[in-house]
DNA sequence: AGCACGCCGACT
DNA sequence: GTCGGCGTGCTC
């Protein structure tokens, strides 16, 4: 059994009660230490390991999900635990939905025993009075064993003469994983509801149940025919109906659709979907399709044919929130074979969609980056839209993979075809196009070969990670602690010598063998459908506007396009790349910043309504507090708000054309779970005129009455210290102006700019990827970034500022004579933002040629001091 | 990770 | 002599 325990390295082996059957892939809970862990079966031993007493073995607590893992499942895992240099458990953890690998809980609660807390008897000690006190705060007398701890210091101790007396008792409450809904479900079964032996109401129940469609949940039947359960349950025992527990399945509401038929194609169109139904298994293609140029439809009439073939496909997309249109159209295509999953869904409705997709029916799964994990057996198409969006990146916990990356190994494995979509293609992509003057610079996302991962082993001593296919190869560490390579690679022997009938064990790859990636087939779409034209784009320059008088954050243009827009009826869009009210606030006085008391960023102003007291908010840590009406440094009344949000915004415009209804679209406004939804179809109805949102306008938005976008201020997004800064402003601008003229009514764009010289305005402006790409990726050339080299990124925090500078320099110190020549050590320096949420953030950066392996930097989290935590990012996106 | 154990300084 | 803090090691 693999256990889910960091530090727990290597199998261990347990017993299989009598009551339970385990096939290796099972997910099980099975007893480890003082706790209830999860822990996957990988093999059926027949005799107890070398060197363990059968004592020491324990039973399998339970099984919590029956066999997942198919072998080319489980070398995906492999492949990213491998090339992002996360232990298996935790990529296992990321790919299963969460809860399913639940750990137990210690308690500790009163007994009936315990003495009233009104009469506490004298003979204990300050801690222990106080550990009784607290446990008796609460009428249940119940807390985990952790939350005592921190309430009491020493509660662990002092709970031993409580627990001794027998008025305390200390318990393992179990792991809960998710488990099916089960529900009371109705089916009416006789034909005839006109039985004699029916009374009238009786009658009419039945009748009104029979009219839509006779299937029913119990609860849902008794509202809506007034009745109660005794009725339908004499219906039951006369014959009519039938009562049986069903299991329900968890779903997020959805509206009821209209079906629609596949659309008649554009020439561009059919031709990219004939390229695209020749793609053998493993091949990839770029679509590339303007904004506006019909990429769903492409989509759809691709997937079509997979699923009549009994195949399912993949469809990620940077944030399901942001798309219900999406969502919509493909399930007014594929109706009920839709299946929608993300992290926004509740655990219940996540492991129900993830039950659903290992039944093998044929399935639409649409789903965000962990998507790209969906336990699909028939995968028949993977299709990444958006591929360039950032957000295909996971950088917080491990793994810190990229979907794109993982897609394209999944394609591999499973032989299907892959298709990126993008109106503004990474640069990743753009030089993985095939037949590009790149040759053998192209970018391998990936491409570890075995002697890579053979070398980084040895390199590493000993202090490598445990790895399961080592077990197969035999355990050349000699450095991994205690027994259990050579008790494994014995059982690798017994193995190897069964004759391979039914696998007996979890199919490991001896190391995870991934060939180069595949060259993208470019499959463009370089016209909207039917023949609409790009919104021409207006570029204006704000340092004239204000020395023509004009201080108002509209210019003179933006302004009369958007009453222009209102005299014809048609909405606008405004965008601004930052949510709240305004960037910073500061005292005009004494220039005092307010900053956030636990990270190094000045606090956004927000103003929840119109006329409500500003708040402060941090936008990294979410601390908030009320502004105050006297500067904190030096009292003067005269603080101040600079730059503007979206709030500002849409204040501006109900102070300047108080004719415009606004609606705002941003993390702020559409925090609860459908408010995107409702706030599109709000906008869509006409209910206001302008809506004012942040990047959230750019994703996956149609809305055809749409005449007008403002780019209220496009600087704030092209002045951020990061090398790919250019790039994101590139696309977000791009798909931000491709919003505008979707419908029949042409579109314009205005762009305000206080620098309209600098490059990427200027190629917004010409709408032209290919010389923006050209450009960016001549000066990338120049300084080795990618896609012409790779980065790896330690991101070292803790509490103690010296202790993580420390820390980093050591790594440094370490890590210079490991590397080779290919690879240089860049910092280690303070992060961009060098404290959030009270943790002091050092970056040490990694920079090697693009043919160059990955050094192996699992050997340096065991070495982290206490306190101090490091992430490996391994191809970083972004360096904040 | 989480928990137990054992060492060591501080305080009654 | 005891209490409580902290580093170390183990979990089939």
Redesign the pocket.
């Given at each position: 059994v693999l256990v889910d325990?960091?530090?727990?390295q290597g199998l261990?082996?347990?017993t299989v009660p009598l009551e339970l059957t385990i096939t290796p892939g099972d997910i099980l809970s099975v007893?480890?230490?003082?706790?209830q862990v999860g822990a996957i079966a990988i093999r059926a031993v027949a005799a107890l390991p070398q060197g363990?007493e059968a004592h020491?073995?324990?039973p399998v607590a339970a099984v919590i999900s029956p066999g997942v893992f198919s072998p080319h499942y489980w070398q995906l895992l492999e492949a990213v635990a491998d090339y992002y240099q996360t232990p298996l458990m935790q990529v296992i953890r990321t790919a299963l939905p969460p809860g399913l690998l639940a750990?137990s809980q210690?308690r500790v609660r009163l007994t009936p025993t315990a003495p009233d807390a009104a009469h506490p008897p004298p003979d204990l000690?300050?801690?222990v009075q106080r550990v009784l006190s607290q446990l008796q705060r609460s009428p249940s007398g119940d807390y985990t064993?952790?939350y005592l701890n921190q309430q009491v210091?020493?509660a662990?101790?002092?709970l031993r003469p409580l627990i001794q007396r027998g008025w305390v008792e200390s318990y393992l409450a179990l792991p809960q994983p998710p488990r099916p809904q089960r529900r009371q479900a109705v089916t009416v079964v006789a034909a005839d509801p006109a039985g004699e032996d029916l009374s009238p109401r009786q009658r009419e129940v039945l009748r009104v149940l029979q009219r839509r469609g006779g299937d029913w949940w119990l609860q849902d039947a008794l509202q809506t025919c007034r009745t109660t359960s005794a009725t339908l349950r004499t219906l039951a025992k006369k014959g009519y109906v039938e009562i049986c527990g069903r299991e329900k399945l968890r779903q997020p509401d959805q509206p009821d659709l209209a079906p629609d038929r596949p659309k008649t194609l554009t020439d561009h169109q059919q031709a990219a979907l004939t390229a695209l139904n020749q793609l053998a298994g493993g091949e990839a293609a770029l679509l590339h399709g303007v904004t506006g140029s019909g990429k769903t439809e492409v989509y759809l009439q691709a997937i079509a044919p997979r699923l009549a073939q009994g195949q399912s496909a993949l469809v990620l997309v940077p944030e399901i929130g942001l798309t219900p249109q999406l969502t919509d159209r493909f399930r007014q295509r594929f109706g009920d074979r839709v299946c929608v999953y993300h992290s926004a869904l509740s655990e219940g409705e996540r492991y129900d969609a993830w039950r659903q997709m290992l039944d093998g029916i044929p399935r639409v799964v649409i789903g965000t980056r962990s998507a790209i994990f969906a336990p699909l057996p028939h995968l028949g198409m993977i299709i990444l839209d958006e591929e360039h969006d950032p957000s295909f990146k996971q950088d917080q916990p491990a793994p810190c993979y990229h979907a794109r990356t993982v897609a394209q190994w999944r394609s591999h494995l499973d032989q299907c075809p892959l298709i990126l979509g993008s109106a503004t293609p990474s640069l990743e992509s753009w030089v993985a196009v095939e037949g590009k003057e790149c040759g053998s610079q192209e970018p391998e996302i990936q491409n570890f070969s075995s002697g890579d991962a053979s070398r980084r082993r040895s390199q590493s001593e000993g202090l490598t990670k445990f790895k399961i296919q080592n077990l197969e190869v035999g355990s050349q560490e000699s450095g991994v602690r205690?027994?259990?390579p050579v008790q494994n690679s014995k059982l690798k022997i017994q193995n190897s010598k069964l004759p391979l009938s039914p696998s007996p064990h979890l199919p490991i790859s001896p190391s995870p063998h991934l060939p180069p990636s595949p060259p993208l087939h470019y499959l463009p779409l370089p016209e909207r459908i039917h023949a609409r034209p790009l919104p021409p784009i207006s570029v204006v320059d704000m340092r004239q506007e204000l020395q023509a008088g004009n201080k108002s954050i509209f210019s003179r243009s933006l302004r009369s396009a958007l009453e222009t827009m209102a005299n014809d009826g048609g909405q606008g869009i405004l965008f601004i790349h930052r949510r709240g009210h305004s960037s910073f606030v500061s005292c005009r006085a004494c220039g005092h910043v307010m900053m956030c008391p636990d990270c190094d960023v000045s606090l956004s102003q927000h103003q929840p309504y119109a006329h409500s007291a500003p708040v402060l908010r941090c936008h990294y840590c979410g601390y908030s507090q009320n502004q105050p009406s006297h500067c904190p440094a030096c009292q003067s009344p005269y603080l101040k708000h600079f730059g503007s949000g979206t709030q500002r915004v849409e204040q501006a415009i109900q102070q300047e054309f108080p004719q415009l209804r606004s609606l705002r679209f941003d993390s702020d406004t559409t925090r609860t779970k459908g408010s995107h939804r409702a706030l599109l179809t709000r906008f869509a109805a006409g209910e206001a005129d302008v809506l004012v949102g942040t990047q959230m306008l750019t994703k996956g938005i149609d809305l055809p009455q749409v005449t007008v976008v403002g780019i209220v201020a496009a600087d704030g997004l092209l002045y951020m210290a990061d090398y790919r800064a250019s790039e994101r402003a590139f696309q977000i601008l791009t798909q931000v102006a491709g919003r505008a003229g979707r419908g029949d009514q042409p579109g314009r764009v205005i762009l305000q700019t206080y620098t309209p010289e600098h490059p990427v305005i200027g190629a917004v402006q010409r709408q032209s990827v290919a010389d923006f790409i050209a450009t960016e990726l001549e000066q990338r050339r120049d300084l080795t970034y990618p896609p012409w080299g790779r980065l790896v990124l330690l991101r070292i925090t803790s509490p103690n500022p010296d202790l993580v500078a420390r820390t980093a320099q050591d790594f440094a110190a370490t890590l210079a004579p490991q590397l080779s020549a290919d690879w240089q050590i860049l910092g280690p320096a303070p992060a961009p933002i060098p404290r959030v949420a009270r943790r002091y953030r050092w970056h040490l950066m990694l920079k090697g040629a693009i043919a160059a392996p990955m050094p192996d930097l699992t050997a340096l989290a065991p070495q982290c001091p206490?306190s101090v935590s490091l992430t490996v990012d391994i191809d970083p996106l972004h360096l904040g």
């Open positions: 325990c960091p530090g727990a261990f082996t347990y007893p480890f230490g003082h706790q363990l020491q073995v324990k750990r210690r000690s300050p801690t064993w952790q210091t020493g662990s101790r002092a205690s027994q259990e206490p």
